[in-house]
């Protein structure tokens, strides 16, 4: 009984995690609209936006290790992504704008902290799904 109430008490908190991502990602995408780029940061936030909300439900409604895998790439990923445009300036890259941004400010803390929180909860979902097909292999 105890695994499963921290089961899903990690699955809420990835949800919720990629929930504050999702939110944030929309808030801030009209911010970082730029009318001469090919793909703005405002549409990568919105497709950010999008995918974190996705991720959001697979995790809640598929308990699968895939869907527990998507919402941990999607957190990693953009923690990532938000740790390199945060330090690097990589410049613009193909059809992508320059992002780099060298500040902290009270939504990218948000962002990256519901990030990690994903990534731990997740990560933590996905040690078990492993360790039960493991331990399901090993009874046959």
Do not use: C
Not at 54 to 66: F, G, N, S, T
Not at 113 to 122: C, E, G
């Amino acid at each position: 009984m105890q695994v499963r109430t921290a089961v899903w008490t990690a699955r809420v908190l990835a949800a919720a995690g990629l929930a504050v991502d999702a939110y944030v990602h929309a808030d801030l995408a009209q911010q970082y609209d730029a009318v001469n780029a090919t793909i703005s940061q405002g549409d990568l936030f919105r497709i950010e936006a999008a995918i974190s909300a996705l991720a959001a439900l697979v995790v809640l409604v598929w308990r699968r290790l895939p869907g527990d895998a998507f919402a941990w790439l999607v957190a990693a990923g953009g923690f990532a992504l938000l740790m390199i445009y945060r330090y690097v300036d990589v410049g613009k890259w193909g059809p992508f704008p320059d992002m780099y941004e060298p500040v902290w400010f009270t939504e990218k803390w948000v962002a990256a902290v519901a990030q990690l929180v994903t990534v731990v909860a997740a990560g933590g979902l996905m040690v078990v799904d492993l360790r039960d097909r493991l331990h399901r292999r090993h009874l046959r």
